[in-house]
């Protein structure tokens, strides 16, 4: 199979892994940069140019599209979808996991678990929407960001206020989100391929942090995960209707609590944790579903 890597860096951890993944299982790998793609649409024949050729007969895509890039590059994946090339994760769900309140709202219909969570733009009564969530300490969280930057946590009612009030003067869309002590500045990342958690580890944040992410200097360890936090990172994926996707757990009082839905996880920290070729999964998953004429409709729904 030729199958193309969407992703803006061949030299990263995660696309480095992919092109490996796909040669040793005897598939071509082209690492193709989004950025740089210019369409042709029409209905008679789409087509995607790339270094001046014509990007055709791929038989599926691996999407690996960076948070400052999503619009185009989930255009360019649509694309790809238009010309019948198999996704791994389709467009639509890539672009609902991206806006964290859409992907909060998909998971509250399903029934899915997640920590009491308010959102606002320009609250007219500030100690209101504290109250709405269960008052302080609260953790207050910018809409747009990652990497935990833009995440805080506010101890006191008037602490609350104070950040809330700061980034409304900014004219940022805010999360005001219940804190959830006890998950003790550790979470949980379950990694899900089709409708199974093929690994899991978890993640502690540094000493006197709250925020377990990578970059904010937490740690990677392997974890036994139970039955119910399988099922919650499983419906989460498919509330999102992703294929591959990072799952986030808090570990709570009243059971696992999904912070949030990742659609292009990354695969360093967890291969290395748990010793495990993730990469070699997910080229394993296009091998069983790329082709099959139920893709083809999948690739209808926009
Ligand atoms: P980002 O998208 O920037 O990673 P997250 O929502 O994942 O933002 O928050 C960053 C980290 O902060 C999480 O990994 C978790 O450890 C911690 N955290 C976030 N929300 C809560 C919460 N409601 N209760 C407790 N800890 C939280
Ligand atoms: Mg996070």
Redesign the pocket.
């Known amino acids: 199979m030729k199958i193309g890597i969407l992703s803006q860096n061949e030299n990263l951890y995660s696309t480095r892994r992919l092109v490996e993944a796909v040669e040793q299982r005897g598939h071509e790998a082209v690492v193709i940069n989004a950025l740089r793609c210019y369409m042709n649409i029409n209905s008679v024949k789409p087509s995607i140019h790339f270094e001046g050729q014509d990007l055709t007969g791929f038989d599926a895509i691996i999407p690996r599209i960076g948070a400052d890039i999503t619009f185009y590059g989930c255009s360019v994946l649509r694309q790809f979808e238009m010309m019948d090339v198999f996704s791994v994760n389709q467009s639509i769900a890539i672009t609902r996991s991206r806006d964290k309140l859409r992907s909060l709202q998909l998971l509250s219909r399903k029934g899915v678990g997640m920590?009491i969570t308010g959102f606002a733009s320009k609250p007219d009564d500030v100690p209101d929407l504290i109250k709405m969530v269960g008052g302080a300490p609260l953790?207050i969280?910018l809409l747009e960001?990652?990497?935990?930057?833009?995440?805080v946590l506010a101890e006191t009612q008037k602490a609350a206020e104070s950040v809330i009030e700061a980034f409304m003067g900014l004219k940022a869309n805010i999360m005001v989100?219940?804190?959830?002590?006890e998950?003790g500045?550790?979470?949980i990342r379950c990694f899900v391929i089709g409708d199974k958690v093929i690994a899991a580890m978890k993640?502690q944040?540094a000493e006197g942090e709250?925020?377990?992410?990578l970059h904010r200097g937490g740690s990677a360890s392997l974890i036994r995960i139970s039955p119910e936090e399988r099922k919650t990172a499983v419906a989460a994926a498919k509330a999102m209707g992703l294929s591959v996707a990072g799952v986030?757990l808090?570990r709570s009082n009243r059971g696992p609590l999904v912070?949030?839905v990742n659609s292009s996880p990354g695969l360093e920290g967890i291969e290395g944790a748990t010793g495990k070729d993730i990469a070699g999964m997910i080229v394993e998953f296009i091998e069983k579903n790329a082709g099959k004429a139920a893709n083809r409709r999948r690739n209808d729904q926009q």
């Open positions: 920590p953790v969280k960001g990652t990497q935990g930057i833009g995440v989100q219940e804190f959830i002590e998950a500045g550790a979470d993640r944040g709250f925020r377990s992410n986030d808090l912070m949030e």
